[in-house]
Nanobody
């Protein structure tokens, strides 16, 4: 049973930074791709992904501000978020795929005050 546990959310002022962590219950090499999503008012959207080979992808709103990374030794994926904006406020979810299965964490709240 794959488990993903996020941490690192919180309240931060605009312009500040947060680092989210996603700890997996198994080796990260198990997954084809991992990623971060965020949800606001019931709508979930992609933020960034990273493959087992380390290739990254970002949506336009995250480019230049967010960095996705993974520590294979710790079975943990990260999302470093800098220059945060109020519109980044959301519940952030960790996702991992072992095709065709998708696994999700429980989510962590990020609130950016203006």
């Amino acid at each position: 049973q794959v488990q993903l546990v996020e941490s690192g959310g919180g309240l931060v002022q605009a312009g500040g930074s947060l680092r989210l962590s996603c700890a997996a219950s198994t080796s990260l090499f198990t997954f084809n791709v991992m990623g971060w999503y965020r949800q606001v008012l019931g709508k979930r959207e992609l933020v960034a992904t990273i493959t087992s080979g380390g290739t990254t992808m970002y949506v336009d709103s995250a480019k230049g501000r967010f960095t996705i990374s993974r520590d294979n030794a710790k079975n943990t994926m990260y999302l470093q978020m800098n220059s945060l904006k109020p519109e980044d406020t959301a519940v952030y979810y960790c996702n991992a795929q072992i095709r065709p299965q998708n696994y999700w964490g429980q989510g962590t709240q990020v609130t950016v005050s203006s």
